[in-house]
């Protein structure tokens, strides 16, 4: 029976550092290139000599897959490829090809010409690295040899973000990177095929979490920035550049237009053309509400936010101010919050979630003293507020994933150790399907049921066609729906050189020339001498009526009992000894014909 192989490089029982390689079909694939941002040294990056330690991975590795453009997800990706010498083909979307370079750029930036450190990747290197990027479309299937082929899927989140349907012959894995199952007001929900994979590999970011309604955290995230500025404070709202900041800068700007506020709300500076930029050029990944409205109103222009100047960090003014990075582990959300934290006039709302070890993670633990990487401590006496307005899946979208793609395996990755246990546990229980967990490092491998796909003949299709009633669709002004249900169905599998088709037996028997036969079975059951045979097939009557009842089962004047093609009879056999006997016929309609 095929196998596939997978073992987590990183997003093992962790979030961040996302790296997983898959062995299908004896091709090898990585998903995603990640970095983490809880670590400062070796351990940032996935531990590549694990793919192998002497030898190419360009030989090894038969194609790398971008899900989207968060360094958890791509920082390590200028790394593998410049620095570990991988030369084969990178497959992304446009939107995450167009915005890879500027995030790595950025993280290049603080990482190098501001921390110093030594050992990194170049600004060339980023360049290098995306010249073997090859982008990929929405429901494109693209070979990526005679027998790999991927196809991506909407998965929601951010800008360009997407599953990616891997096949291998009758072999499929499918990875979601990181997906939404809810639209928000700029981005739709993931959306996928009911693909049916060997094995669904998932997120579980909030394995456990089910969010409250996405209204009332609206209002109760506009209410608390209104009081603080109200009250003389400034509000730091620490974000990633494209993504929650642009669904945040939204609600703001809806919210302040309402109510005619002039407290200034400021964005990164730069960060606010260039997402825009991004947006209009691919507008076609937004949600409906925006790809209808754009022409006449674009949303990503706004009044109210201005770019932000480093020098209004010490404004005395109430402010409100989006600044990067979203888990406060480095850059200007950082240095912005160094300089606020002591006073408790002041806020931090973190809209997301925040990796162990971030400044964000430890504040939103509890923690009112909080020590820098170069010794500095800085007293947190500013109200810390966390409200989630991530776009990962919650519990209920995670389910609902699994529940629509059908897979026969589930793999969580992206999530925290408990956490995961518990969605584990729930769907192995709820949905029946089994559920792994692997640490950084661990191999699990799994049995595929091999899948073989036929052509049905029309006239099978037409005898096994669910019957649509339209009455009560029609009453309740809903459309009609076919019944989904898996079903089975009979026929005659032929192979020849070029097809496997599914047909009626009657079309079989015409086309290879061959005659009708029936096969009848019998088994026989002794009877001990005490039983009275009218009492017996009178006992056996009953009880075949009560598991079928919605059969028609008769009984003939002799005693004998038939059910379909089934007969129940009693007997005397050629040593007078009394049995049951039972017969049936069968018409063998799922022959196997090869015509080669």
């Known amino acids: 029976m095929p ?48 793919i192998t330690r002497s030898g190419s991975l360009t030989q090894f590795l038969d194609c790398v897959i971008i899900s989207h453009f968060h360094l958890d997800h791509c920082g390590a990706l200028p790394y593998f490829s410049e620095m570990c010498k991988y030369d084969g083909p990178i497959y992304m979307t446009h939107p995450t090809k167009a ?8 993280y290049r930036k603080i990482t190098v010409d501001r921390k110093g450190e030594k050992n990194f990747f170049t600004s060339q290197m980023i360049k290098d690295c995306m010249k073997k990027v090859k982008a990929i479309n929405l429901h494109q299937t693209v070979k990526v040899d005679d027998d790999l082929e991927i196809k991506a899927y909407y998965a929601g ?57 996405k209204r009332c955290r609206e209002r109760d995230f506009l209410t608390k920035v209104h009081e603080c500025v109200e009250r003389g404070g400034k509000v730091l709202i620490p974000v990633f550049a494209l993504g929650r900041a642009q669904e945040l800068c939204i609600l703001l700007e809806t919210y302040w237009d309402r109510m005619n506020l002039k407290v200034p709300i400021y964005f990164s500076t730069g960060l606010t053309e260039k997402a825009n930029h991004y947006y209009k050029l691919f507008i076609t990944w937004t949600n409906q509400k925006i790809r209808r409205t754009f022409v006449q109103h674009n949303m990503f222009e706004f009044k109210h936010i201005k770019p932000f100047d480093r020098a209004l960090i010490d404004n005395p003014n109430p402010m ?30 973190l809209p997301g979630y925040c990796v162990a070890g971030t400044v964000g993670n430890k504040i939103l633990s509890g923690q009112r003293t909080v020590e820098l990487e170069n010794k500095q401590i800085i007293d947190v006496k500013l109200a810390v507020e966390y409200m989630s307005f991530s776009a990962h899946a919650d519990a209920k979208g995670i389910m609902q994933l699994i529940k629509h793609a059908e897979p026969e395996n589930v793999m969580l990755v992206h999530g925290e150790a408990s956490k995961m246990n518990f969605l584990m546990q729930k769907i192995e229980q709820e949905i029946g399907t089994p559920c792994y967990m692997p640490k ?33 669709h029609i009453h309740e002004n809903k459309k009609p729906r076919l019944d989904v249900d898996p079903r089975i ?74 059910l379909h093609s089934v007969v129940i009879e009693y007997q005397v056999n050629d040593d007078s000894e009394a049995v049951i006997a039972i017969s049936w016929d069968y018409k063998p309609m799922c022959t196997l014909v090869d015509t080669a």
Request: glycine fraction near 6%; aromatic fraction near 8%.
């Open 489 to 562: 169905i009979e026929g005659v599998i032929i192979m020849d050189d070029n097809s496997t088709r599914l047909v009626d037996s009657k079309q079989a028997l015409h086309e290879l020339g061959m005659k009708s036969h029936n096969l009848n079975f019998c088994s026989t059951i002794s009877v001990p001498d005490k039983v009275v045979r009218n009492e017996l097939l009178r006992e056996l009557y009953l009880h075949v009526k009560s598991d079928f009842p919605k059969e028609e089962v008769s009984q003939s004047s002799d005693g004998s009992i038939k």
């Open 157 to 213: 989140h951010v800008l360009g973000a997407a599953m990616f349907l891997v096949k291998v012959g009758c072999e499929s894995v499918l990875y979601t990177g990181d997906y939404n199952m809810t639209p928000d007001r700029h981005l739709g929900a993931a959306w996928i095929d009911k693909c049916r994979p060997n094995l669904l590999i998932t997120e579980s970011t909030y394995a456990t979490t089910i969010r409250d309604s």
């Open 3 to 50: 196998e596939i192989k997978v073992v987590p490089l990183g997003a093992g029982q962790d979030v961040g550092r996302s790296c997983i390689l898959v062995t299908i079909g004896c091709k090898n694939i990585m998903f995603d290139c990640g970095m983490h941002m809880g670590y400062n040294d070796d351990r940032r990056f996935p531990d590549f000599t694990y």
């Open 99 to 106: 915005i890879c370079p500027i995030l790595l750029e950025d």
């Open 320 to 349: 409100v101010v989006f600044a990067t990075p979203g888990m406060l582990h480095g850059g200007l959300s950082l240095q912005i919050f160094k300089k606020w934290a002591p006073d408790d006039k002041n806020m931090v709302i």
């Open 440 to 472: 950084n490092g661990e191999t699990v491998k799994i049995r595929a049921s091999p899948k073989i796909a036929v052509d049905m003949s029309f006239e099978l299709y037409k005898q096994n066609q669910p019957q649509i009633s339209l009455k009560s």
